[in-house]
C-alpha cells in the first residue's frame, strides 16, 4: 500500500500576484516577493499555499471560519479548529489542538515555482522556461545551455531576440521529446502551447510561444520582467491618500504559469484522536491519497475568484487552475 502520492498543479496568474516576505526593501522595491534562496527566481511558499488552501477548502465544504485560519480559539474560548475524525478540513490540513493533541494534516504543499514567464518581445508575448523548473514537471534538460534563447524546431525562429533589454541569438534545440509530451499533459491555453497530437493541424498553426534558457539566464529575466507598481496608503478616515506614504511593489506579471506539488498521505497509516479517519468527501471516506488530493482540489475555484497573496483589494492575486482540469 502507497505511503503517499504527489499530484502536480499547475495555475496561471490572472492577475499579477505579490506574495510578500514581509517588507525586505531591495533596490528601488519597498515591498519584496519571496524568492527560492538558491535561484533568486519569485515563488509562492508553500505555507502561503497551504493556508489559502485550507481557508478556500472550509469554505467550500461548509466548515468555515471555525476550521479555516490558524485554529485558534475566541475570546469566550469558542470555535478553533474542531480536530474531528471526520471533519475533511482538520484531517486534510491538520489543527493544533484537540482530543489526543494535534495532527499535521494529510495534505502538504511544495512551494509554487514559476514555470512558463511571459516577456513581451518584438515577435510577440514569449513564455519562458528553464531546466530547473522543467525538472518539476519530470523533464531532464542534459545538453548543457548557452547564453542563447533555443526554440523548438518549427516555432518562429528570427535570428536573434529580445528579451526586455536582453538581445539572445535563438537557436533550434532538438530534444523537445519528453519536454513536449510533458507540457501537453498540462493543459496550457493554446496561445502558448498548443498540444503536438492534432495531426490535422499544419506546421504553421502549431508554433508554440515558449522558449527555453539556462537556469542562470532564466532567473536574470525574470527578476528584470518583473511587475513594480507604486501604489499609494489611504487614510480610512479621510479617505485621502496618506502623505509620504507613496510605495512600491513587485508581482509576477499576469499570465505566469505557476507549478506545485500537493502531497497527499495514505489515509489508512493515520488516527486522529485514536479513531481511524471518517471524514467523507463526494459521499466517499476519506481512505486514499486521491480522496484527500479531492478535499485539498474543492479550493481551486476560490483560487481564481478570491487569489492569493497580499494586495487583493489592488486587484492582485487571482490564479486559475488549469491542471487538473475541475
Ligand atoms: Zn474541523
Partial sequence: MTSYQAFTVTGMAIDPIHVGTGGARLGRVDLTIARDPVTRVPKVPGSSL??????YAAMALGKYPDCAGQGQPGASGQSGHCGKPDCPVCTVFGFARGQGGGFAGLAAFSDAHVLLFPIATREGSLWVTCPGALNLIGCEVTEPLENKLYRESNSDKPASLNLGWLLLPVEQFSKWGNIKDQLDNLNLPEYIWPKSQQPQQSQQSRKNRVGLLSDKLFSHV????????T?????PETGAAEEKALFSYEA???????????????????QVGGNPISASINSTTISQPDHVFDVAKTAHPYLEHLG????????MGRLRVLHPPS
Fill in 252 to 270: 509576477l506579471p499576469r499570465a505566469t504559469v505557476l507549478v506545485w506539488n500537493v502531497i497527499c498521505k495514505n489515509p489508512n497509516h493515520f
Fill in 222 to 229: 525574470v527578476n528584470s520582467n518583473l511587475e513594480v507598481r
Fill in 50 to 55: 497551504a493556508g489559502v488552501y485550507r481557508t
Fill in 308 to 315: 492569493i497573496g497580499g494586495m487583493g483589494t489592488r486587484g
Fill in 231 to 235: 501604489s499609494v496608503s489611504i487614510n
